[in-house]
């Protein structure tokens, strides 16, 4: 009879849970269309038949989509909630129009502060105005990366939650403790490495060193096998999220960085135990979607994708304008 042991099972839930992990977006990287149609499928089906717990064939279906998105991709929505899912019946609602509704407003010009942009657009007597779309690059996303880049020049290492465990030793006192590849025997790693006086020695296969110049080296992880970059990626963007929500506020009047330079700073603590202290940057990061020339103290303008203007600002076309 063969036993399992309580670190054998961790380690084959970890397997399951993130073997070959693969975060994926449907949408397209150039306009508000649908670029992986499998992706969309699987979406669909999971939040009719699993988050919904309904047939698709019996109710009919009304879907929000972006203001500008392109008619290919609606078109081939409508394809497959038809062909593939069986819907009896589709309307498609622009999320202008929904927004409106939602005040109960028929006319209203709506700001959507989404997570790959912001957009403007006018609706009247509940129909979308296409000649009054606007939109800019700037969402949420784009403020995760912006307050990611922020932390990360103070120094603060954003562990993934996947990386480590917390054990409670007493009330009130923690220890983080790394949680180990299952490629990666305790034995192996007890024959690369030893923890001496709390000074942690990391095996050689967790890391390598790459040459920037003569005399100037770079440390960099070597990741798991089984965590793939997008997963890694996705889970450090979701911890960012999270200090962004918490942290950041838009100011009451136009930020000025020299007027806020001693702003009382506010501190957070990582899943990890760690505590980081956040300053000015909390009120910086947001007031991107305001003044988009800060952008350029971040360093992170893309000159292909943002378009300058001669007040400062940058803005993005619209797709299929120039």
């Known amino acids: 009879m063969r036993y399992c042991t309580a670190a054998m099972l961790r380690a084959v839930a970890w397997c399951v849970c993130h073997m070959a992990v693969e975060v994926v977006s449907p949408w397209s990287t150039s306009d508000d269309g649908y670029a992986d149609w499998d992706a969309v499928e699987g979406l669909c089906d999971h939040a009719i038949r699993e988050r919904l717990r309904s047939d698709p064939k019996d109710f009919a279906i009304m879907m929000a989509e972006a203001n500008a998105t392109p008619k290919p991709s609606r078109d081939r929505l409508v394809e497959l909630l038809f062909e593939k899912l069986r819907v009896p019946a589709i309307f498609l609602a622009k999320n202008a129009v929904l927004s409106a509704f939602a005040t109960a407003r028929q006319t209203a010009v709506i700001v959507d502060a989404g997570y790959r942009?912001?957009?403007?657009?006018?609706?009247?007597?509940?129909?979308?105005?296409?000649?009054?779309?606007?939109?800019?690059?700037?969402?949420?996303?784009?403020?995760?990366?912006?307050?990611?880049?922020?932390?990360?020049?103070?120094?603060?290492?954003?562990?993934?939650?996947?990386?480590?465990?917390?054990?409670?030793?007493?009330?009130?006192?923690?220890?983080?403790?790394?949680?180990?590849?299952?490629?990666?025997?305790?034995?192996?790693?007890?024959?690369?490495?030893?923890?001496?006086?709390?000074?942690?020695l990391r095996p050689r296969y967790t890391f390598k060193r790459r040459e920037l110049s003569p005399g100037e080296w770079k440390v960099e992880e070597v990741p798991s096998p089984l965590v793939t970059p997008s997963f890694k990626a996705y889970q450090v963007e979701a911890l960012v999220s999270d200090i962004r929500e918490a942290l950041c506020k838009v100011n009451d009047v136009m930020f000025d960085e020299v007027a806020n330079a001693n702003l009382l700073t506010t501190s957070y603590e990582l899943p990890d135990g760690t505590e980081i202290i956040v300053g000015s940057d909390r009120l910086k990061v947001p007031e991107v979607l305001f003044q988009p020339r800060l952008l350029s103290t971040f360093t992170l303008i893309n000159p292909d994708t943002f378009t300058a203007r001669p007040d400062g600002s940058v803005a993005a076309p619209l797709p299929g304008q120039s």
């Open 117 to 200: 942009s912001t957009t403007v657009a006018a609706v009247h007597d509940g129909y979308a105005l296409t000649k009054t779309f606007a939109k800019s690059p700037f969402g949420g996303q784009a403020l995760n990366t912006l307050m990611q880049k922020a932390l990360e020049v103070k120094g603060v290492v954003l562990r993934p939650r996947y990386t480590f465990k917390r054990r409670e030793l007493s009330p009130g006192e923690w220890k983080v403790e790394e949680v180990p590849s299952p490629l990666v025997t305790p034995s192996f790693k007890a024959y690369q490495a030893l923890e001496v006086k709390g000074v942690v």
